[in-house]
């Protein structure tokens, strides 16, 4: 070997190309690479909405982001050490997150006239010629030539042959950071087991990147990163919406009642329906109904039934969930309404990210309609935290809203998974005695739930419906003292579940101090590392994150007030914030983007060296 | 009246009423409705426990409170919904839908079309009044274009729906009519309802004495009734008339009306009810028109028009779950847990 090789702790490298250049897969190949070698790491795929836009247009660049390294990683990462552009549009979209100094890698061949036209290079002037990047290093690599010139002979077609380059740029990479491409290569000997040609072309290719880098002397260093210093255990990736699917099953399992998921069709939510519906040998019924009312209120009817009812969309169609969700509640039935953000409002921006459904959760329905919420902090947690949900809805008998996002949904990271035998269980029973001379359906227990009688159940047929209810009988009543006294007994019920959740801890710091960065949901990686960052400087700074936001944490109230400073950093324009103050009467600060877009560690850093 | 040949059935009418006071107006059609549901009900054999019945929001969704089995009163429109999802999970239930005019062809109307198409195994019994009564008197999607309502002062300029053609566009596989005010074919029309297997939609013309008085008059009235309204039975031929003395024959696909009395056409000319021709109900389903002037109509036909048998969704949902279990084996939490590829850090 005759280049130089240099340790590394970390490294972000964003893939960026046509949405059918393979970016990614090229990403997602690299990541489990990582993976398997022990990295801890993030990702974040980033894709246009339309599904092929215009090619070479800057609104058809798909990317793909992966923050590995041999420390702790909690986030993809802020600006990027390497840039795979495909073609001029990927250079120009993905440009400004390139850290000055970085590395591009670009593919030549999308840089000729037309490419530079449809990127909006004006004059046809190459980037790569007019001095226009020389505050980054260059690899420019004719990589479209190299991949035909490998495959003349395969007997492939060129349309075959354009498709395999991105495992040129794969191999490249391999060899940059001194990677194995065993893992690759036989997850492409399973993808094409039956298309022997396909296969061969690619490995071919994956072998020429590989080759080239050793040998054109294109790259002068080589680059290690050391496996990180992570808890001991079995580790897999995994993706939040991944995550959140696995742990309705589990949940399911668990308390021994069969999953039915109502859905419609929505990004970034669709891919929770089409995990569960690859999973009927766990006795999943998925149904795939004709809009997002049909949706939710299906899984009501499952629930009735005696069944884990549960319904997935994002901010629009919760919206159109909303008076189901208040009926589910008037039930007091379980169910699990799962909410994967996305920016709004209205259609907004379908395949980016944002907090901004936190009062749509908390307060968007008519009357007064307390439900649990629960947020998951990253895409491991999604699986946790939608476990979580699920037992909250069977033993309180409530509707739960569990929200995620789309930059966890999509996003993925090491999980070390549990067994089976490791997840607390889930106590569900169906009640089949009378519970007095004639059945009282809202007779509550110590939790304030009430029974759950299934149809089938001799003895305890019962009518329950949306109007006001009596209580204890549920039988229909208008009496304003009864409304009240119910209006009053369903925020207790809520309340209630505080008993059953954990005190809030802090994630890292101090339990008193001068600052306390509080956030929800997927702003964790970003929070986390930004507070490492600022207590190495010696600021004191601490770090609590809320899973339980609907009711908080018991002790909330009292931790916020060990703080001189509350700062919120937050996705949305401040909801947090407002719900803090108005629950605590607490001066919190908030720091809010709303641009589509995740934290960047950097972003909070900066604020809360401003606080100090 | 149809005689049953059961031993005595374990449940009576009694069996089903409830202790809550029946709060619709007196006179309303939905009594007799509720009375002849409550008389068929326990003929059918179903143990009172496996009975659900799930209705909307209107003056007829008030009727699963008035059942005791077990019961729904949900929110606007959404009982088919409810019910495709309960049906899905538990496909041993009998589970009976009540709706209105307006809760399940205009506020529910896209529950209503795709639980046709999807054909679960249940019973929608569609009260249609062509009002609005529970919001007090506004027109309906089945008002005739015209009506005067308090929504509508100068007269409704909407085009109504044909309840039987819009279910036999949506595919359903049984499609019937009936009226509150014939007992008889009423109660004859539920049990056929409940021995379909698949969506049965049963549309009953139910009289608001409030709102919309007489609005079915001319096919309920003994006056009338003979001569506005053909009484539909498989394999038999398309006769009615005050003395039986009219019949429909089909010229070509245009249906016309012929007398049985000048010994030009004898009862063998017309036309003969066949259920399962797709292709003539839906010339019988339009015979919808509006009698103005009592001559040269065609009298509204009740009775099934359509019945075919073809699979329910939850049978072919039951089906995978088996058949997957089957090929792969009963899901192992720990091996779903587990993923693909794994890696250990010692």
């Known amino acids: 070997m005759t280049s130089n090789n240099q340790v590394l702790e970390k490294v ?61 990683i909690f986030s993809p990462g802020d600006f990027c050490d390497v840039l795979v552009a495909m073609n001029a549009a990927a250079l120009k979209a993905n440009l400004a997150n390139l850290k000055k100094g970085g590395t591009v890698i670009v593919n030549s061949d999308g840089f000729d006239p037309k490419n530079l036209r449809l990127a909006n290079y004006f004059d046809n002037v190459s980037p790569l010629t007019d001095g226009s990047l020389e505050a980054y290093r260059i690899i420019s690599i004719d990589v479209t030539k190299i991949t035909k010139a490998a495959l003349a002979d395969s007997g492939l077609g060129t349309k075959e042959i354009d498709r395999a380059k991105n495992m040129f740029v794969l191999g490249f990479l391999y060899w940059m950071y001194n990677r194995e491409m065993s893992f690759t290569i036989k997850f492409l000997e399973d993808k094409f087991s039956k298309k022997p040609e396909i296969l061969a072309a690619n490995i071919k290719v994956l072998h020429a990147g590989y080759n080239f880098g050793e040998t054109s002397e294109t790259a002068p260093t080589r680059f290690t990163i050391n496996p990180a210093p992570m808890p001991s255990g079995i580790y897999r990736n995994i993706m939040g919406n991944q995550a959140t699917a696995i742990g309705l099953i589990a949940a399911s399992k668990k308390s021994g009642l069969d999953l039915f998921l109502g859905s419609y069709p929505i990004t970034p939510a669709s891919d929770i329906l089409h995990e569960l519906a690859r999973h009927k040998n766990f006795g999943v019924k998925t149904f795939q109904a004709e809009d997002e009312i049909a949706a939710i209120c299906s899984a009501i009817g499952a629930s009735f039934g005696g069944k884990l009812g549960i319904t997935t969309s994002s901010g629009p169609g919760i919206a159109l969930k909303t008076e189901a969700m208040g009926l589910a509640l008037m039930l007091e039935l379980p169910l699990l309404i799962i909410n994967v953000q996305r920016g709004g409002p209205s259609t907004g921006l379908p395949t980016k990210t944002e907090q901004s459904d936190l009062f749509q959760a908390v307060y968007g329905r008519n009357g007064e309609a307390p439900i649990p919420v629960i947020a998951a902090k990253s895409a491991a947690d999604c699986f946790e935290t939608v476990y979580e949900a699920c037992r909250i809805a069977l033993e309180y008998m409530t509707p739960v809203i569990f929200l995620s996002d789309g930059y966890i949904a999509n996003g993925s990271e090491p999980w070390r998974f549990p067994n089976a035998d490791q997840l607390k269980p889930i106590k569900v029973e169906f009640t089949t005695e009378l519970n007095s001379e004639k059945f009282l359906p809202y007779k509550r227990n110590e939790n304030l739930s009430r029974p759950w009688a299934i149809p089938g159940t001799k003895g305890l047929e019962h009518r329950i419906g949306g109007l006001e209810k009596q209580h204890e009988t549920g039988n229909i009543s208008y009496d304003p003292e009864n409304h009240e006294f119910m209006v009053k007994m369903r925020a207790a019920k809520v309340e209630k579940v505080a008993d059953s959740i954990p005190d809030q801890t802090i994630d890292n710091g101090t339990e008193k101090g001068k600052i306390l960065v509080l956030g929800w949901g997927s702003t964790y990686g970003a929070i986390k590392g930004a507070v490492i960052e600022a207590r190495a400087k010696g600021i004191d700074v601490s770090h609590a994150h809320i899973r339980h936001i609907v009711p908080f944490p018991k002790n909330l109230g009292d931790l916020l007030k060990n703080y001189e400073t509350v700062l919120i950093p937050e996705m949305n324009t401040g909801q947090l914030k407002s719900i803090i103050r108005d629950k605590f009467l607490v001066p919190a600060i908030g720091l809010n983007k709303i641009k589509g877009m995740p934290f960047a560690t950097s972003e909070i850093l900066v604020k809360i060296e401003e606080l100090v | 009246m149809e005689t049953t040949n059961t031993t005595t059935p374990a449940m009576t009418s009694k069996d089903l009423v409830t202790d809550q006071e029946i709060r619709w107006c007196p006179g309303c059609g939905d009594y007799s409705i509720l009375k002849q549901v409550q008389t068929v009900v326990p003929e059918l054999g179903i143990p009172r426990e496996d009975i659900v019945f799930i209705s909307g929001i209107g003056c007829s969704s008030r009727f699963p409170y008035y059942m005791e089995t077990f019961g729904m009163h949900s929110i606007h429109g959404r009982a088919s919904a409810i019910a495709s999802g309960l049906k899905a999970t538990r496909p041993e239930l009998s589970v009976w839908i009540v709706s209105g005019d307006g809760d399940s062809l205009s506020i529910g109307g896209n529950h209503f079309i795709h639980l046709l198409r999807r054909n679960f195994n249940v019973n929608l019994l569609l009260f249609n009044n062509e009002i609005y009564g529970l919001t007090k008197g506004q027109y309906s999607p089945t008002s005739e274009e015209g009506k005067i309502t308090k929504s509508t002062p100068m007269g409704s300029i909407d085009h109504p729906f044909n309840p039987i053609a819009l279910a036999l566009g949506a595919e359903g596989s049984f499609i019937a009519r009936s009226m509150d005010r014939d007992p008889v074919h009423l109660k004859d029309m539920l049990r056929r309802s409940n021995a379909h297997i698949g969506t049965s939609l049963l549309e009953i013309y139910q009289n608001c004495n409030v709102f919309n008085d007489g609005t079915f008059e001319l096919f309920t009235e003994k006056s009338s009734k003979k001569e506005e309204t053909i009484f539909l039975e498989n394999n038999k031929p398309l006769v009615f008339g005050q003395n039986l003395d009219k019949g429909i024959m089909l010229d070509g696909f245009k249906p016309i009306i012929v007398s049985l009395e000048n010994g030009k056409y004898s009862v063998n000319d017309l036309w003969v009810h066949d259920e399962s021709d797709l292709t003539k109900a839906g010339i019988l389903s339009r015979f919808f028109e509006r009698p103005v002037d009592g001559t040269g109509h065609l009298p509204r036909p009740f009775g099934v028009f359509y019945e075919n048998n073809r699979a329910c969704y939850e049978t072919g949902l039951n089906d995978q779950i088996e058949f997957a279990k089957q090929k792969k084996g009963e899901g192992s939490l720990d091996a779903l847990l587990k993923g693909g590829e794994t890696w250990e850090i010692k």
């Not at chain 1, 909405?49 to 215009?54: G, K, N, S, T, V």
């Open chain 1, 12 to 72: 972000i490298i964003k893939f960026a190309g046509d949405s059918g250049d393979g970016m990614q897969l090229t990403g997602t190949q690299f990541t489990n690479t990582a993976a398997m070698f022990g990295n801890d790491l993030s990702t974040f795929p980033d894709f246009p909405a339309e599904i092929r836009a215009p090619q070479g247009t800057i609104p058809g660049v798909s990317g793909f982001q992966l923050h590995f390294g041999s420390v702790n």
